[in-house]
């Protein structure tokens, strides 16, 4: 399917039909025929071709079905606004309407969009146009950018005399210094010599000496991440504000270490980007725990679960529960050793792709089992804590899929209450400068605007929209960065456009920026379009020759232009920052046996410091040749959940836990907690309540009813809810649990208690309360969505500007057009509504020489009609012919217009304009087809036209007559009495009158 999509998008970007492909491949595979094909390479070649072939004949098929289900993509709109930009007709309209045109990052558009914008505006046409570009910044040519365009412009938008169009070279930079221009400069030098009228960055006139380069390379990449992190920590220690600093990655790899690190640092931190979000702790494991809900067989999520800092599964455990899924599937056959069936399926076990190992189905067995493993079947030898680990995520999974079918934001909130995770983010002493909280309500925003775009958003939808999300990273999500004072963190094709005061570069290592990852080769991918047949196929290298030493060349040339596509994201990236620029790399990676070094972009920056104008900070040497990864021989340290947590709070929370667990030993054995000895003077500190007059009533309750729990009657069962003393001290409450008479409604006194305790709730830190205010906010901002929902009438605010079928429905029905208003829902497609506009197209290209072709009825939008075929559409046709209009010639057909009422604009486009007489004594017939088979018309709506088109000619109402042509029956109407503008304007008065005088009508609507 994504090679289908991939070749389709392509054909659609370059306007080649897939039957024209697939001809262009017939015929190469019969040249391959007297080829000697001496190498894989080659060989690969004709199936490669005979493939393609086949997905084109695909791609057809996918087209069809999209035309019959009115269905068009990015790349169908585009294609077909291609064509029709190549009709006179349509240029000339724009060009009428739009007198001067500007192309802005011109060295973007794709071949389509320059033929379709050159059809419009160019072809010798002389029309003004200015495209501004760089094509040392043409950095999207993966998704079908050409830069071509850019150095074609002058004779694709020529002069009307013939002479190309004037380039002028825009050199002056005002946001970086010139130290950093001089770099970029250096970089960009053999991109200039491709390029035509490209000149040096200038930097503004007395920043010659400005900007600063500061590199380093490190032993390992765990040590370049921290001097990363040690520079963006000191600058903003020392004044820098977090929101001037971004850090630009070549890939959205290392997204989670930076944060990780900068969150150690209490840097303010924050991912742009749904796919950089994907990659963060907290977001990849409620989207693995969402992967496991939906699909048993999401053995690498449940892994990562099992694996994780929760549950904490070692490898023994996790391979037994492994074998157990591969016995459940071997048993689910069953059956007698001697059926032939049975020894069929044995015969051919593991083959079938559609019988699925699911871990999950072992994983429910521990649900059914005892914990201490007797009577398995099978007789694994899984540890006691495995046992247990395993049955509590089962019957959590178990638990979280009864709601799978509530709606998505529901299932993600329940997700998030029942692991636990929103809970330990608060919880964890960083969570306020690392926004890890921010960075989850990130990724819940996303999916609250998805359940919002989608009608039938479930679980499922969304995983596949994350899913794409993280293939098509590039292209699908546009998040730009936010305007928090925090540490952007993005990958560097994000970053076109935006600037900072510094900005940091990891990862300048070998192979990885620039990435030695060449594009796809269409001699080897059948969804790559043929660099033949492509619109720029003058700035892409392709065969010479059938043979190696041609396929060689090839390959070559393919790297090189990989190369200058890398150069040109190196010097979009080495220009973003306005003083500093700090680039860094590593010898050994975290997993990788041989020694990466620096690459061609950090060796640019370290001969461009050596030379004076920057600092090297560090350098390491290169390992010698025997010399092993240090990082592979270090054990994994011991992960917290959630990461990062300092080992203070690690401490803090496992002496917690051993007070707890300590305090339960003590009931278990009977002991009770420790009393206090009683001090006679106790009463009169002014913080322990004094003990009530004699006078007073026996409160009904026990006294400290906060810190008693009032399930625990027996004093037997300790609350397994309950929290842990935060001090470690045991509770001086505790009665002896085998104490039934210590539990009684009368009042205590005060001598036989113990001495008073500390204040059990200690004064939040300024920290702690601005998170207790966020929580009452958001509880006050979710009440108050609540009694909006529950309430059954709203508020609808009337629009400024409305469409005639809207005042026509205001008049008619005001609750109903209220209720649109407050939920408007996208109409199906109708077929037959569409032809009911093709009709009114066919009548006015039957009175006016259009060149417009008449489009499909699939391919116009459509308006009420009751045109149920071809058939009906050609006697609607014929039925126009005998009525007395198709005789005559109208004024004016599909006229816009618009008249202001009462403070609205009011809207429409009227069928045809008759004129009788001229000059001063004509007098008009406004006309409106009718093709239904009801004679539903509405006069208010032919008085609205006859006033707009009165006001708009500048003649008298009274000189404007109005009628509805019943095409069908030939029959026409033409109301008397039609409402003037005091009578319209009425209308809006009256309704605003029955307003709450704010401008909004109250109208019933269905909050469910």
């Known amino acids: 399917m994504g090679d289908l999509l991939a070749l389709d998008s392509e054909l659609s970007e370059h306007l080649v039909r897939p039957e024209d492909l697939r001809a262009w491949d017939a015929e190469l595979l019969r040249t391959l025929e007297g080829a000697k094909l001496s190498n894989a390479d080659l060989r690969k070649v004709p199936e490669t071709a005979a493939a393609r072939r086949e997905l084109a004949e695909l791609v057809l098929r996918y087209r069809a079905v999209k035309r019959e289900r009115d269905l068009l993509d990015f790349g169908d709109q585009i294609a077909l606004s291609a064509q029709l930009a190549r009709i006179p007709e349509v240029g000339r309209v724009l060009r009428d309407e739009f007198r001067v045109v500007l192309l802005d990052e011109y060295q973007d558009t794709s071949v389509a969009q320059r033929t379709l ?22 950095i999207y040519g993966w998704r079908g950018a050409s830069v071509a365009n850019l150095d074609d412009f002058p004779e694709h938008f020529a002069h009307a005399d013939g002479r190309p169009a004037t380039r002028q070279a825009l050199s002056e930079n005002r946001r970086s210094g010139g130290r950093l221009l001089d770099l970029a400069n250096g970089l960009a030098e053999p991109l200039r010599a491709m390029h035509a009228g490209v000149e040096a960055l200038r930097p503004a006139p007395g920043a010659e000496r400005d900007g600063m380069v500061r590199c380093a390379l490190l032993t390992t990449h765990a040590e370049e991440i921290d001097w990363i992190a040690d520079s963006v920590a000191h600058l903003v220690n020392t004044g820098k504000a977090p929101g001037e600093i971004a850090v630009l990655c070549r890939t959205a790899t290392d997204f989670a270490e930076i944060q990780g ?46 694996t994780g800092p929760r549950w904490r599964i070692g490898p023994r455990d996790l391979a037994l529960l492994g074998r157990r899924a591969r016995l459940l599937v071997s048993h689910a056959r069953g059956g007698d050793g001697d059926d032939p069936d049975q020894r069929l399926a044995a015969a051919v076990e593991g083959v079938d792709p559609f019988e699925v190992i699911s871990l999950a189905d072992a994983l429910d067995t521990f649900l059914e089992s005892p914990l201490e493993g007797t009577g398995d079947d099978d007789g694994l030898p899984f540890s006691a804590d495995a046992r247990v680990r395993f049955a509590r995520l089962a019957a959590e999974l178990r638990d979280l899929r009864r709601s799978l079918a509530d709606p998505l934001m529901d299932v993600l909130h329940r997700v998030l209450a029942v692991t636990g995770l929103e809970v330990e983010l608060s919880a964890s002493p960083h969570a306020l ?39 098509y990273e590039k292209g699908l999500d546009n998040a730009l960065p936010g305007g928090e004072n925090t540490v952007k963190v993005l990958t560097a094709h994000r970053s076109k456009g935006l600037e900072w005061d510094v900005v940091a570069v990891p990862g300048l290592v070998t192979g990885t920026f620039p990435s030695g990852q060449g594009r796809e080769k269409w001699t080897a991918q059948a969804k790559v379009l043929p660099h033949g047949l492509r619109g720029d196929a003058d700035t892409l290298p392709d065969l010479e020759a059938w043979d190696s030493r041609g396929m060689k060349a090839f390959h070559e040339a393919m790297k090189d232009h990989q190369h200058t596509e890398e150069l040109r994201l190196g010097y979009v990236t080495f220009t973003r920052p306005r003083s500093l620029l700090l680039g860094s790399g590593h010898w050994w990676g975290p997993t990788q046996k041989k020694p990466r070094g620096p690459s061609d972009f950090l060796q640019a920056l370290h ?33 917290v959940w959630p990461l990062p947590l300092d080992d203070a709070s690690l401490a803090r929370r496992r002496a917690a836990a051993a007070t707890v667990l300590a305090h339960l030993e003590n009931l278990a054995a009977g002991t009770g907690a420790p009393t206090a000895a009683h001090d006679p ?12 007059d004699e006078d007073e009533p026996a409160p009904t309750e026990p006294p400290y009813d906060d810190d008693a729990d009032p399930f625990e009657a027996d004093g037997h ?13 045991p509770d001086p409450f505790d009665e002896d649990p085998h104490d039934q008479d210590g539990w009684t409604t009368a009042r205590p006194a005060v001598p036989h208690q113990a001495s008073p305790p500390e204040p059990r709730r200690p004064r939040l830190t300024p920290e702690e309360a601005r998170a207790v205010a966020s929580w009452d906010r958001d509880l006050d901002a979710l009440a108050g969505e609540l009694l909006r929902a529950r309430q059954s009438v709203t508020d609808v605010p009337l629009p400024v500007t409305l469409t005639a079928s809207q005042l026509l429905r205001l008049a008619a029905d005001p609750d109903g057009l209220a209720q649109e208003l407050a939920r408007p829902m996208p109409s199906p497609p109708q077929p037959a509504a569409r032809r009911g506009t093709r009709f009114h197209a066919w009548v006015e290209a039957r009175f006016e020489e259009l060149t417009l072709p008449f489009l499909e009825p699939e391919e116009l939008p459509g308006e009420d009609a009751e045109i149920a075929d071809e058939r009906d559409l050609e006697a609607l046709k014929d039925a126009f012919e005998r009525t007395e209009y198709a005789r005559r010639t109208p004024y004016r057909v599909e ?17 045809a304009v008759y004129q009788d007489d001229d000059g001063d004594s004509a007098t008009y017939e406004i006309v409106d087809w009718k093709t239904g088979r009801g004679r539903d018309g509405d006069p208010l709506q032919l008085a609205v036209y006859r006033l707009a088109w009165a006001e708009q000619q500048g003649v008298p109402v009274e000189s404007v007559t109005a009628a509805f042509v019943y095409v069908r029956t030939g029959e026409v109407v033409r109301p008397e009495n039609l409402p003037d503008r005091a009578a319209l304007e009425r209308l809006l008065t009256q309704e605003e009158a029955r307003e709450d005088g704010g401008g909004r009508r109250a109208a019933q609507v269905n909050p469910a």
């Not at 003077?681 to 009530?692: F, S, V």
């Open 117 to 138: 914008l050159a059809g419009l505006f160019g072809g010798g046409t002389g029309h003004p146009v200015t495209a501004v570009g760089d094509p040392c910044q043409a």
């Open 607 to 639: 001969d461009h410091c050596a030379a004076g104008y920057g600092e090297i900070e560090a350098w390491a040497d290169e390992p010698e040749e025997d010399e092993e990864n240090p990082v592979l021989h270090r054990a994994s340290a011991d992960q």
């Open 681 to 692: 003077g106790a009463h009169d500190d002014p913080d322990w309540p004094p003990p009530p």
């Open 717 to 729: 069962e300790p609350d397994p809810y309950g929290e842990a003393d935060p001090y470690g001290e």
């Open 895 to 911: 006229v816009p217009v618009q008249v202001s009422l009462a403070d609205r604009v009011v809207r429409g486009r009227i069928d």
């Open 433 to 471: 400068a690392a926004r890890r909280r921010e960075t989850l309500s990130n990724f819940l925003d996303v999916a609250a605007s998805f359940a919002a775009a989608e009608s039938e958003a479930s679980l499922l939808a969304f995983l596949g929209f994350l899913r794409t999300a993280a293939q």
């Open 261 to 306: 690190a900068l969150v150690d640092r209490d840097v303010p931190v924050e991912v742009v980007g749904l796919s950089g979000l994907l990659h963060l702790p907290e977001v990849a494991d409620l989207v693995a725990v969402c992967e496991v809900l939906q699909d048993p067989g999401a053995n690498a999520s449940l892994v990562r679960l099992l």
